[in-house]
């Protein structure tokens, strides 16, 4: 099973995700990324993952594609969906202490 952690290794590895281009913490840079760009670029990612496997499923089961590219999309739209779970379960979390806080 793949842990939230790797899954974000591994979707920041794959090149979907620039860690630079989200703005230093001493706010150096006079424009970052927006939180919610950034959520919308992690769904969006997924989605063309699944979409990519799908496509490859359907091919495969024409005869018109490698076993192993459909294993290789399938695992690629695995871990683009526990990237995107992670980042919401950490939301949520967040939004839970918030919650917590008192006034």
Do not use: C, W
């Not at 920041?12 to 760009?37: E, L, P, T």
């Not at 490698?66 to 949520?92: C, F, G, H, K, N």
């Amino acid at each position: 099973m793949i842990t939230a952690l790797a899954a974000a290794k591994a979707y920041a590895n794959s090149g979907a995700m620039s860690v630079g281009s989200i703005g230093s913490i001493g706010g150096s840079q006079d424009k970052g990324v927006d939180f919610g760009d950034l959520l919308k670029s992690a769904m969006d990612g997924a989605t063309k993952a699944s979409k990519v496997a799908e496509h490859k499923i359907a091919a495969q089961v024409a005869g018109k594609a490698e076993l192993v590219d459909v294993v290789t999309a399938i695992s690629s739209a695995e871990a683009s969906l526990e990237t995107v779970m992670s980042i919401r379960d950490q939301v949520i979390s967040a939004y839970q202490e918030i919650m917590r806080m008192p006034i």
